[in-house]
């Protein structure tokens, strides 16, 4: 399946706000953004131009794209998935990319970053309540208890990242337990909770038209 494998600090800048796409490296000095705030390419540095409407939600749409890692395809089926529940779309569609696995993954501490997240997921190293589930795109459920396989336990990346993991950067509506490296579903996701900066509305209003 196609992924960007290009440098992701320059969709941060291209978007002109940190989205936290490399994990942990996002919260230290060596942050691209932090130190080129100005949008890529050769005429960066001479500002941004102004967007029009359309432009400003295909933006909104592509953003979240990018933070979840899913692809337009993907994106249009979990879009209509949202359209059919009771509540906003708009809310509704940041929840279910919310309860994804791979985004559960990196929320616990699992692994530094929601790509490094989907390899785990795609090589089976995940369990759910003690059976591997090996699609990044599967939605958790309350009571859930997500864990690593054995071998997961052991390398040395993985304990790090979850001996690191700042208990305030775990969301509310998830419980880790570093002893033994295992993460439960207390309850669904609510909008307030979820931290990358968008505008749902507008993509709403983008596949409106």
């Known amino acids: 399946?196609?992924?960007?494998?290009?440098?992701?600090?320059?969709?941060?800048?291209?978007e002109g706000e940190k989205l936290?796409?490399?994990?942990?490296?996002?919260?230290?000095?060596?942050?691209?953004f932090s130190r080129r705030g100005y949008p890529p390419g050769m005429?960066?540095?001479a500002g941004r131009r102004k967007l029009t409407s359309y432009a400003t939600q295909l933006r909104e749409k592509q953003k979240v794209?990018?933070?979840?890692?899913?692809?337009?395809?993907q994106f249009r089926r979990v879009f209509g998935e949202a359209v059919k529940m009771a509540g906003a779309t708009g809310e509704n569609l940041l929840i279910l990319l919310e309860r994804r696995l791979d985004n559960v993954v990196y929320h616990l501490g699992m692994a530094s970053s929601r790509t490094q997240a989907r390899q785990l997921v795609r090589h089976g190293h995940?369990?759910?309540?003690?059976?591997?589930?090996?699609?990044?795109s599967y939605q958790v459920k309350v009571n859930q208890v997500i864990s690593?396989?054995?071998?997961?336990?052991?390398?040395?990346?993985?304990?790090?990242?979850?001996?690191?993991?700042?208990?305030?950067?775990?969301?509310?509506?998830?419980?880790?337990?570093k002893e033994n490296m295992t993460g439960t579903v207390l309850r669904l996701p609510k909008r307030e909770e979820v931290t990358i900066p968008v505008q749902e509305n507008l993509i709403v209003e983008l596949y409106s038209k």
């Open 65 to 73: 794209k990018v933070v979840y890692g899913v692809l337009e395809r």
């Open 43 to 45: 005429h960066g540095k």
């Open 1 to 14: 399946m196609a992924r960007y494998i290009g440098p992701k600090c320059k969709i941060c800048r291209r």
């Open 126 to 136: 995940i369990l759910i309540d003690g059976k591997k589930v090996n699609i990044p």
């Open 148 to 177: 690593l396989s054995e071998a997961m336990k052991k390398n040395p990346f993985v304990k790090r990242s979850i001996e690191e993991r700042d208990p305030e950067r775990i969301v509310p509506w998830l419980k880790l337990n």
């Open 20 to 32: 936290f796409l490399r994990g942990s490296r996002c919260f230290t000095d060596k942050c691209s």
